[in-house]
């Protein structure tokens, strides 16, 4: 069984569950094209780094979610997100941006501690811990689910007082070869704590 990365749930709220994720270290991979073919087109590099194509020849084992995001050129480097969309140029003609797909590697690990990558489409980055709001739902690896509970989250967060930040991200917990109906996936997005939240 595919080992799930660790979050404590703080609350519930009419909407959404808000979550707290310790800091972690994901190895991703940014690739262009549509939303639906990122995960694929990211995943057997991904694939070879855990299975060995890395500095030691050493196997990682996989953590489940695999996510998903979208995020401006901006902020590629630096931002706190794991599928995550990277803009694309304006005008470039059948190009919908980039996205960052990546695997969380399991609890441990840190950029000292992991192997590194032999391949230069994989990088290895460190995640601050979040505290983020996140809504599950059934269905197709589409943008159109994705962007539908994305709006339904954001109008949740606002309705409860929270302030989102951040990009997005989409998370898929299952193999491809699972039927779509029964396919576990969350929209993730962080808030700005409260005074409460950021009191030891």
């Known amino acids: 069984m595919t080992e799930q990365q660790p979050y404590a749930v703080v609350g519930n709220n009419d909407g959404f569950e808000l ?3 310790p ?21 057997r590099y991904l694939f070879a780094y855990i299975s060995g194509e890395n500095s030691v020849r050493q196997k990682v084992a996989m953590t489940a ?10 902020i590629a480097m630096t931002a706190p997100v794991v599928q ?5 140029k304006p ?12 695997f969380v590697l399991p609890t441990g690990l840190t950029l000292e501690t992991a192997p590194q990558p032999t391949s230069p489409q994989v990088r290895l980055r460190s995640i601050p811990g979040s505290l983020t709001a996140a809504v599950r739902y059934r269905g197709r690896w589409d ?3 994705y962007a539908r509970h994305l709006e339904l989250l954001r109008g949740a967060i606002a309705a409860s ?3 989102a930040w951040g990009e997005p991200r989409f998370a898929r917990f299952d193999p491809p070869f699972m039927p779509s109906f029964l396919r576990r996936n969350e929209v993730l997005l962080d ?3 409260t005074e409460a939240e950021t009191r030891p």
């Open 23 to 43: 800091e972690h270290l994901v190895a991703e991979v940014i690739t262009t094209g549509p939303f639906e073919d990122a995960g694929n087109r990211a995943f």
């Open 143 to 145: 943008e159109a689910g």
């Open 65 to 74: 979610p695999v996510v998903q995001a979208e995020a401006s050129t901006k």
């Open 91 to 102: 005008g470039d003609p059948g190009e919908k941006g980039a996205f960052r797909v990546a």
């Open 161 to 163: 007082g929270f302030t």
């Open 84 to 88: 995550e969309a990277v803009g694309g």
């Open 19 to 21: 979550r707290r994720y």
């Open 191 to 193: 808030i700005v704590p």
